[in-house]
């Protein structure tokens, strides 16, 4: 069993930036892979971006590619999403996830977080 718990969600003009965390605790975090998706209202939740368990392979929707880095830190057993250049379509509720792989497809990830609102304003 591994815990995830986001933070770092808030309200943002577009052309901004905000850096999510996820905080894992439990099983060893270094073991999975990590994922994040989103779900803006009236949508199915989406693919934003996964990395591996070692931070060596990220892999990104064409959506954010440029403008989203994901990275982690399995020291601190936390895992980022740093977003820049913010758009008012960006807006969601974001989750982390964890898997044995880095990958796109929500239904791999066994392991889900809370999730974070992210509200970008024009």
């Known amino acids: 069993q591994v815990q995830l718990v986001e933070s770092g969600g808030g309200l943002v003009q577009a052309g901004g930036s905000l850096r999510l965390s996820c905080a894992a605790s439990?099983?060893?975090?270094?073991?999975?892979?990590m994922g994040w998706f989103r779900q803006a209202p009236g949508k199915e939740r989406e693919f934003v971006s996964s990395?591996?368990?070692?931070?060596?392979?990220?892999y990104y929707a064409n959506s954010v590619k440029g403008r989203f880095t994901i990275s982690r830190d399995n020291a601190k057993n936390t895992g980022y999403l740093q977003m820049n250049r913010l758009k008012p379509e960006d807006t969601a509720v974001y989750y982390c996830?964890?898997?044995?792989?880095?990958?796109?497809?929500?239904?791999?990830?066994?392991?889900w977080g809370q999730g974070t609102q992210v509200t970008v304003s024009s």
């Open positions: 990395i591996n368990w070692s931070g060596g392979a990220a």
């Open positions: 439990g099983r060893t975090f270094s073991s999975y892979a």
């Open positions: 996830a964890a898997a044995g792989f880095a990958a796109t497809t929500e239904y791999e990830y066994g392991y």
